[in-house]
């Protein structure tokens, strides 16, 4: 797979639980399976992600684009996918922003909306009806673009590409991040209340924590295979 | 013969995280006339209002927030923290505009403390006065030795767990140094191997016997609120004594205005409550809602601001982050993120070509907060979620860097409205010279100790943390907004006892400082060393 971009050569599959596309550094670590030691109101929160109210802030078609969008910039390309877009949808719903809004920008709730229609726009200079329809090629250019702050014209003319990048990244890494199952992709123990982390020191463990079956240093890795800038490196 | 001065510790109950006598809590009407109306219930308003009603004084909490029950409200959880935070909108520009959020102010009893980190650093006493020693900054119209027995005093009550500490006045420390991760074990050798010293602590965290108060259990949350009640906020550390002495907190309580008699004197606040616009009558006023409220209030009140400096001289500390990555895992997320920290660089050194320092901290992100410095480093899809995969295997370090006050750096009133109709704040930031040389010495030292401890690569990203100043403290009228007694200059009997009053930062964490300025207050109030008391003081 070296220069497609895709997983480091033998990162294993799951064999417990879930994460997400399957993979993942600790195949037999369940997080979920540790959910009765952890205090009510954490369970209730935590498993409440696992199945998410359906979309009530966005409509379908910038739904079926911002998917997309979550979906590249967070390389969940097949099943199980983390419902990212839902997520962050409750929360923009019910009103959960940040405290802040740069001088130069909307409300976060109208960012999300613009960038939307902004990457619509970009996908039909790659010719694609919608950022949904565009290829996974083009997709990966899109983000590309937004990601390193070269998007322009349209709704980019009035919304400050770095910013927006920022704006919507914070609400998709939260979402991601906060799925028990990337816990599980990368090993993160997860609630421990009330019973406590015991195993502090280099290399230790608790008990019931996985067993990391698989290491590669990312930087280099990243690096070798050009995943920081995909096209640029196909191209 | 030892007083006993604060019961909070005992008073809290062994099997209940939430604080007891709620129930019983005194209540006062609106027009009643308290000694005191503090606004504010976090580290400057709870330590004031706890202080002075042990000396008589009736006195109501206005809290925005909630009162929080930590069993039920908080949660051992990244995401789920969201509630603790002050999420109201501001808005932020300048040239170097600050991202507020979860690095911000609370909401709620207890202020932001309650996602405070835990680190309980003394200011050294240089920070008093760098005008003078360095030709930065400002002379503070008090000194250290001033603050000193307020120092021990709230460190005992908290209590401070650390080993001795060496730098700034040295001391030692109610509680022993914590156990600490991997993480801080590979962090803290590599200062070693840079001649760099570092100690374990000083963190507000139970280690040992104290009162009803569990002692720590290692899960890392402490950012997300302590459910455990082994962390130090005033919402365990100074409301249970307020409350059995007579205090009433009223939460979910905004303040939008402080009224006045036209003159030199205020006469109550105006909040909101369940929707409806109350006044509560009062015959001094305490503001202690934090960096940004603070000034908000004052301005949207008009009051103070006569020689325009109200909101002026806010500070950040710049607050950059190198991670280095091991072949060992570490598991950055057990324990609290505090663990060892360094002030050797705390002070001016000519030869780094800067004035004041920077102090050395572990951080240990949970993932969130780290896929955010993932980010940060330029990483997004497939990389971003290799490097994740990779979590186990980082170790974090921060440092606090001295910024210098700025009158340009300031909190104003928006166009936009909230909720209860009020302005929102605008907070402008912007670096200096002085700023960047710091950021970038204290970066180059954060990477040269983890490739020290034998990190195969870093990861370095830029961030602020702890907003102080606003509302200053000075010696004359021209230079600031409050004196020394914290008394808002022209006014008889309206007080700023918070973060905001803070004319320097130094790189030490702010939260002991600011309990530390409202105890020296409250004794002075307590003994009318303060002119013009307020007039209807019981005794
Ligand atoms: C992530 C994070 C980590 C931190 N870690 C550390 C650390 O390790 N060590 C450290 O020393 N400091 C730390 N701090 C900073 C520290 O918590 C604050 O500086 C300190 O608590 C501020 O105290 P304060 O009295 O100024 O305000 P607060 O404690 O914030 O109290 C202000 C209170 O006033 C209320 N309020 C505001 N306006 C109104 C109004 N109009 N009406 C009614 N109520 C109002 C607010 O709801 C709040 O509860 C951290 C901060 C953050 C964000
Ligand atoms: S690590 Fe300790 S102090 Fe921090 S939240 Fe957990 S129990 Fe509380």
């Known amino acids: 797979m070296h220069g497609g971009g895709g997983d480091p050569d033998g990162l294993p599959r799951q064999r417990r639980g879930t994460t997400p596309q399957m993979h993942g550094r600790y195949p037999d670590f369940d997080v979920l399976e540790q959910s009765e030691h952890w205090d009510e109101p954490t369970r209730r929160a935590v498993l409440a992600r696992l199945d998410p109210p359906s979309l009530r802030f966005f409509d379908a078609t910038q739904a079926r684009t911002l998917t997309a969008f979550c979906d590249t910039v967070l390389a969940q390309d097949r099943q199980p996918r983390v419902p990212v877009l839902q997520l962050v949808d409750a929360k923009l719903h019910e009103?959960?922003?940040?405290?802040?809004?740069?001088?130069?920008?909307?409300?976060?709730?109208?960012?999300?909306?613009?960038?939307?229609?902004?990457?619509?726009?970009?996908?039909?200079?790659?010719?694609?009806?919608?950022?949904?329809?565009?290829?996974?090629?083009?997709?990966?250019?899109?983000?590309?673009?937004?990601?390193e702050a070269r998007l322009s014209g349209g709704v980019w003319v009035e919304l400050p590409v770095a910013h927006a990048f920022a704006v919507v990244m914070r609400a998709v890494l939260a979402a991601f991040y906060s799925h028990p199952w990337a816990w599980n992709e990368i090993g993160f123990g997860g609630p421990a209340h009330p019973r406590g982390y015991m195993r502090l020191g280099i290399g230790q463990k608790e008990p019931w924590e996985g067993e990391e079956a698989f290491v590669i240093d990312p930087v280099a890795d990243v690096r070798e295979r050009g995943l920081d800038h995909p096209t640029e490196h196909r191209g | 013969m030892k007083v006993v001065d604060n019961n909070s510790r005992f008073l809290l109950d062994v099997d209940r995280r939430g604080v007891p006598g709620r129930d019983r809590m005194r209540t006062y009407r609106d027009e009643d006339e308290v000694d005191l109306l503090i606004v504010g219930c976090g580290a400057g308003g709870s330590v004031l209002a706890q202080r002075l009603a042990r000396h008589g004084w009736r006195i109501v909490v206005l809290e925005a927030g909630p009162f929080w029950d930590p069993d039920t409200d908080w949660?051992?959880?990244?995401?789920?923290?969201?509630?603790?935070?002050?999420?109201?909108?501001?808005?932020?520009?300048?040239?170097?505009?600050?991202?507020?959020?979860?690095?911000?102010?609370?909401?709620?009893?207890?202020?932001?403390?309650?996602?405070?980190?835990?680190y309980t650093p003394r200011f050294h006493p240089s920070d008093f006065e760098t005008l003078t020693r360095d030709g930065v900054g400002a002379d503070w119209p008090i000194a250290y030795p001033e603050l000193k027995p307020h120092y021990e005093r709230v460190e005992r009550e908290l209590p401070v767990a650390g080993q001795h500490w060496p730098w700034g006045d040295p001391h030692g420390y109610p509680h022993g140094p914590h156990p600490i991760g991997g993480?801080?074990?590979?962090?803290?050798?590599?200062?070693?191997?840079?001649?760099?010293e570092m100690r374990v602590g000083p963190v507000a965290i139970t280690n040992g016997t104290f009162g009803n108060r569990p002692h720590c259990i290692y899960r890392g949350f402490c950012l997300q609120g302590c459910k455990v009640n082994a962390?130090?906020?005033?919402?365990?550390?100074?409301?249970?004594?307020?409350?059995e002495h007579g205090v009433e907190i009223r939460a979910d309580s905004m303040a939008i205005r402080i009224e006045t008699d036209g003159m030199d004197a205020c006469t109550g606040v105006s909040y909101v409550r369940d929707g409806h616009e109350r006044r509560q009558r009062a015959s001094a006023v305490v503001v202690a809602g934090y960096s940004i409220e603070s000034p908000r209030l004052l301005l949207n009140s008009d009051l103070g601001n006569g020689a325009d400096q109200v909101g002026r001289y806010v500070m950040v500390q710049g607050a950059p982050q190198?991670?280095?990555?091991?072949?060992?895992?570490?598991?950055?997320?057990?324990?609290?993120?505090?663990?060892?920290?360094?002030?050797?660089?705390?002070?001016?050194?000519?030869?780094?070509?800067?004035?004041?320092?920077?102090?050395?901290?572990?951080?240990?992100?949970?993932?969130?907060?780290?896929?955010?410095?993932?980010?940060?480093?330029?990483?997004?899809?497939?990389?971003?979620?290799?490097?994740?995969?990779?979590?186990?295997?980082?170790?974090?370090?921060?440092?606090?860097?001295?910024?210098?006050?700025?009158?340009?750096?300031?909190?104003?009133?928006?166009?936009?409205?909230?909720?209860?109709?009020?302005?929102?704040?605008?907070?402008?930031?912007s670096q200096c010279?002085?700023?960047?040389?710091?950021?970038?010495?204290?970066?180059?030292?954060?990477?040269r100790i983890l490739?020290?401890?034998?990190?195969?690569?870093?990861?370095?990203?830029?961030?602020?943390?702890?907003?102080?100043?606003?509302?200053?403290?000075?010696?004359?009228?021209?230079?600031?907004?409050?004196?020394?007694?914290?008394?808002?200059?022209?006014?008889?009997?309206?007080?700023?006892?918070?973060?905001?009053?803070?004319?320097?930062?130094?790189?030490?964490?702010?939260?002991?400082?600011?309990?530390?300025?409202?105890?020296?207050?409250?004794?002075?109030?307590?003994?009318?060393?303060?002119?013009?008391?307020?007039?209807?003081?019981?005794?």
């Open chain 2, 75 to 118: 949660v051992s959880d990244e995401e789920g923290a969201h509630p603790i935070y002050w999420n109201a909108n501001r808005i932020v520009g300048g040239e170097d505009p600050v991202e507020l959020g979860k690095n911000n102010c609370g909401h709620g009893v207890g202020g932001s403390m309650v996602h405070f980190a835990g």
């Open chain 2, 433 to 447: 010279d002085n700023d960047r040389a710091n950021i970038a010495y204290a970066k180059a030292t954060l990477t």
């Open chain 2, 183 to 196: 993480a801080a074990e590979r962090a803290w050798e590599g200062a070693r191997a840079c001649g760099i």
């Open chain 2, 451 to 539: 490739e020290a401890a034998g990190a195969q690569d870093v990861l370095t990203i830029d961030r602020y943390a702890h907003l102080v100043g606003g509302c200053r403290m000075s010696a004359t009228a021209e230079q600031g907004v409050i004196d020394s007694d914290h008394r808002v200059w022209g006014m008889s009997n309206l007080f700023v006892c918070d973060g905001s009053v803070m004319p320097t930062q130094g790189s030490a964490n702010p939260a002991l400082t600011i309990m530390v300025l409202a105890s020296r207050l409250a004794e002075r109030l307590a003994a009318k060393q303060v002119e013009a008391q307020p007039s209807a003081v019981a005794l």
């Open chain 1, 95 to 147: 009103g959960r922003l940040d405290g802040f809004q740069y001088d130069d920008m909307p409300d976060d709730r109208e960012t999300w909306r613009l960038v939307a229609r902004g990457l619509d726009e970009a996908a039909a200079e790659h010719d694609a009806a919608s950022y949904g329809d565009a290829d996974p090629e083009s997709r990966l250019a899109i983000c590309e673009a937004f990601a």
């Open chain 2, 322 to 429: 190198v991670a280095g990555r091991f072949p060992e895992t570490l598991r950055m997320y057990k324990g609290p993120p505090p663990e060892v920290s360094s002030e050797q660089f705390y002070e001016t050194d000519q030869t780094r070509g800067f004035a004041r320092g920077f102090s050395v901290q572990t951080v240990s992100p949970l993932p969130i907060g780290w896929a955010e410095h993932v980010l940060a480093d330029g990483h997004w899809g497939k990389a971003l979620r290799e490097y994740m995969r990779d979590y186990n295997h980082w170790s974090t370090l921060g440092a606090l860097s001295e910024l210098l006050p700025r009158a340009e750096n300031r909190v104003s009133l928006a166009d936009q409205c909230d909720s209860f109709g009020m302005p929102i704040a605008r907070f402008d930031y």
């Open chain 2, 231 to 243: 962390k130090a906020s005033p919402l365990v550390t100074h409301v249970p004594d307020a409350l």
